[in-house]
């Protein structure tokens, strides 16, 4: 059973930073693309960031050059580094993770975390 713990979330205020941090209980960890969404109130939730199985990247256009995703093999994370946050960063973020493809579809997703809020003013 793949478990994902996030945590990071918070407040702060517009042009600050926060630090999301995800921890997967697997032991095939490096099987799986890993992702980053949010969902805002009265929103779909959405992607904001992938890391494939390669290392490779890929971010909404919205978070672009903003935001970092990166994953450690060793520790079993993957974080996501917010900068130059904006009120509408505002949303609950998801890590979520699937086995081998990468895509941005939250429904091809098999496991997700509780979720964590963060909140720009």
């Known amino acids: 059973h793949v478990q994902l713990v996030e945590s990071g979330g918070g407040s702060v205020q517009a042009g600050g930073s926060l630090r999301l941090s995800c921890k997967v209980s697997?032991?095939?960890?490096?099987?799986?693309?890993m992702a980053w969404f949010r969902q805002s109130p009265g929103k779909e939730r959405e992607g904001v960031a992938v890391v494939a199985l390669d290392g490779e990247t890929t971010y909404a256009d919205s978070v672009r050059g903003r935001f970092i995703i990166s994953k450690d093999s060793a520790k079993k994370t993957v974080t996501l580094q917010m900068n130059q946050l904006q009120p509408n960063d505002t949303a609950v973020y998801y890590c979520?993770?699937?086995?081998?493809?990468?895509?941005?579809?939250?429904?091809?997703?098999?496991?997700w975390g509780q979720g964590t809020q963060v909140t720009v003013s």
């Open positions: 979520a993770a699937r086995r081998w493809q990468c895509t941005v579809v939250p429904s091809d997703f098999d496991h």
């Open positions: 697997e032991s095939t960890y490096d099987h799986f693309c």
